[in-house]
């Protein structure tokens, strides 16, 4: 509890989080996922959660979701950025290196939408833009 309690501590003033509201709405929250029968985490809440009704808590598990939770995402991307821009391609602009870092870095998610065939077919009509 002392954990979430530094989180909301860090993020309130960001956020506009009020304390007050948000530990009210973690209570209906609680209650209501008891007397429904649901185990109390952070996915059946996400899954009962309304952002109209619980603001504050919404706000707060949407940025809980997102942040990393160790270094080692930081890390990784360090290490793909090494790996992209080697001092032969030193002079590749800043926006061709980003993209190319994400799909690096994301490549899991990329996996299925980016395809040989789309790069061949785009990659000659780069060449002369």
Same mark, same amino acid.
């Given at each position: 509890m002392e954990n979430a309690q530094d989180f909301v501590d860090n993020y309130k003033n960001i956020l506009k989080i009020d304390t007050f509201s948000l530990n009210a709405e973690a209570v209906v929250m609680k209650n209501m996922l008891q007397l429904k029968g649901h185990e109390i985490n952070i996915d059946n809440i996400m899954q009962h959660i309304k952002k109209e009704y619980y603001p504050n808590l919404y706000k707060l &598990?949407?940025? #809980?979701?997102? &942040?990393?939770? #160790?270094s080692s995402s930081c890390e990784r991307s360090f290490s793909a950025m090494r790996r992209i821009k080697t001092w032969l391609r030193a002079t590749m602009?800043?926006?061709r290196f980003s993209n190319l870092s994400v799909i690096h870095i994301e490549n899991e998610i990329v996996k299925n939408k980016i395809t040989a065939e789309k790069v061949l077919c785009k990659f000659p009509r780069s060449m002369f833009l």
């Open positions: &598990l949407q940025i #809980s979701r997102i &942040l990393p939770v #160790s602009i800043q926006d």
